[in-house]
Every structure is written in structure tokens, then in C-alpha cells.
């Protein structure tokens, strides 16, 4: 997903259970040409993969979604509306390695996405 977003902030709570992001996505990347011609709208996909993109440069190390228990869409993203994304992430991290992720990505202060998912780093 190269150049889809820029990231602006990244906070992390002392001990690593909460963190909160931001990204600048760019409504010029070309997956918004054919998603939607004249109503650019980021696909749902894309909005799992930064959230493990994200968490990735929070833990810093690589992670693998095992498991994705409930992913719910609240709302479209139009990029040239709403370019600027929140991501607030609650980590539980397990002593095997397992991170259990509940995830809230936000524009304009309204949650367009809910995810609760299963990382292996």
C-alpha cells in the first residue's frame, strides 16, 4: 500500500496497552481510481492492513492476523472528505507472543470501523 497514508502520530501508553495513531491518507493514491471512479471510498481491506501496519511500528516487530473475530464498518471513508483517520488500539499481550487487538478507527470524531482481531508476532 505504498504512499496510501502518511502517519502523524503515534502514542503509546507506559505499558503498551493502549495506543492511538493518526494517518493523513493520500486521495491521490490510485486505488481510489477504481474504488470508487468520482466517489473514492477506502476499501475495508485497506483498513485492516493499516491497522496492522500500525501496530507493527508500535510493537515494533512484524506481526500475522490469525484471526479476525469481529470487523464492523460504521461508515465510508472518503479520503478527500475525511483524509484524516484515528486509530485507538486496546492490546492484550499474551505471554506466548499473541496480541488480542480491539481496534476504533475514527474521522471527524465518529467511528467508521470496529475491529477485535488476533496477531502473532
Given at each position: 500500500?505504498?504512499?496510501?497514508?502518511?502517519?502523524?502520530?503515534?502514542?503509546?501508553?507506559?505499558?503498551?496497552?493502549?495506543?492511538?495513531?493518526?494517518?493523513?491518507?493520500?486521495?491521490?493514491?490510485?486505488?481510489?481510481?477504481?474504488?470508487?471512479?468520482?466517489?473514492?471510498?477506502?476499501?475495508?481491506?485497506?483498513?485492516?492492513?493499516?491497522?496492522?501496519?500500525?501496530?507493527?511500528?508500535?510493537?515494533?516487530?512484524?506481526?500475522?492476523?490469525?484471526a479476525a473475530g469481529s470487523v464492523k464498518y460504521l461508515g465510508f471513508v472518503n479520503p478527500e472528505i475525511m483524509p484524516l483517520l484515528e486509530f485507538r488500539f486496546q492490546l492484550n499481550h499474551a505471554e506466548d507472543g499473541t496480541i488480542y487487538c480491539s481496534a476504533v478507527v475514527s474521522a471527524h470524531e465518529k467511528a467508521v470501523c470496529s475491529f477485535k482481531g488476533t496477531f502473532h508476532g
Amino acid at each position: 500500500m505504498n504512499n496510501l497514508y502518511t502517519l502523524r502520530l503515534m502514542e503509546s501508553s507506559p505499558d503498551g496497552s493502549a495506543v492511538r495513531s493518526e494517518i493523513m491518507l493520500n486521495s491521490r493514491h490510485t486505488i481510489f481510481e477504481g474504488h470508487f471512479p468520482g466517489n473514492p471510498i477506502l476499501p475495508g481491506v485497506c483498513t485492516i492492513q493499516i491497522i496492522r501496519e500500525l501496530l507493527e511500528i508500535s510493537i515494533r516487530k512484524p506481526l500475522k492476523m490469525v484471526a479476525a473475530g469481529s470487523v464492523k464498518y460504521l461508515g465510508f471513508v472518503n479520503p478527500e472528505i475525511m483524509p484524516l483517520l484515528e486509530f485507538r488500539f486496546q492490546l492484550n499481550h499474551a505471554e506466548d507472543g499473541t496480541i488480542y487487538c480491539s481496534a476504533v478507527v475514527s474521522a471527524h470524531e465518529k467511528a467508521v470501523c470496529s475491529f477485535k482481531g488476533t496477531f502473532h508476532g
